[in-house]
């Protein structure tokens, strides 16, 4: 009787020692995300551009993608002037890059942001917005608060 015993205890131990080896491969290792670098609020300060308001300044908020692992939600993006016209970013590298995208005010928006100092305090930005039938430029610095 104790044969039986042993082997249902030892298949059950190799059991749990299987399942609990396994991870999850799609998600990056705690800490390893490329996206936490920009994770946070920015000071944008735009460096002219073809815009009537030179030197705007406005704050974004950048946060996690919860349904995409490379993925960015970037709040307040061109300061668009509503609350709910937020873009989503992919992250490459050191960089973040906005493919084309309509925000609920109509504007078009595109762009992209790369990390300009070794402690990932600072950002390069050049995009464009096209709004009412208008193409424009933009290049900004953003600080993290």
Known sequence: MKTPYRIVLFLAGLIGLILTSCQPTDQPASG????????????????????????????????KDLTNSSQLVIKNFGNPGVS????TGIVTTNQIVVSSQLLTNGWVVE?????SNASKTAMAWTYNITA???KLYYTATASKE
């Open 32 to 63: 390893d995300d490329p996206r936490d670098p920009f994770v946070g609020v920015w000071q944008l300060v735009e460096n002219g551009g073809k815009k009537s308001i030179q030197g705007q300044s406005y704050i974004v908020t950048i946060s």
């Open 84 to 87: 709910n016209a937020n873009v």
């Open 111 to 115: 762009g992209s942001g790369k990390i």
């Open 132 to 134: 009412g039938g208008d």
